[in-house]
């Protein structure tokens, strides 16, 4: 029988970015965008976390976040809406094909590291919970419906250009 080290070291079938979001700043609409730049330590350049300075050498956990694609249906189905446009969601990445929650190691002594796209790498830092905006952006109930379903937060460990339809995959085992 294999260790639960073992199984949380095996790697998934790669994911796929399907949408990269900027949040300019607090307040302002978010974008979609085709391509951007992941900076080391502090997250996608146009992105208001990528504005402030970056903590240490690894920069902050909350740099970078990701929405699972699989969650939007569910997400519009609850409250009450036919689609999502992630957009209005304020996470920096769609990504579909693999299970986000999954790829943090529950291990402090066994990171995970993940590749996107050709060069740059994250490490997923934890769940990423709704804030009160959801209630406005969804409607009654938004808030409630993206408890459990709000994404994961990461570090970004090496920064690169991502585009749409890049792959995130595990970066060894």
Known sequence: MRSLRELIAAEPQPGRIEAIVLRPARGVAAVAVDEAELV????????RHAARAALGASGQARTLTLIQAEHLPLLARWTGGERIDPVLLRRNLVVSGLNLLGLRSPFADQPRLWRIGPTAVIEVSGPCEPCSRMEDVLGP???NAMRGHGGVYARVVKGGLLRLGDLLQALGG
């Not at 080391?40 to 992105?47: A, H, I, K, M, Y």
Request: proline fraction near 0%; aromatic fraction near 10%; charged fraction near 25%.
């Open 40 to 47: 080391e330590g502090r997250g996608l350049l146009g992105d």
């Open 141 to 143: 109930g938004g808030y």
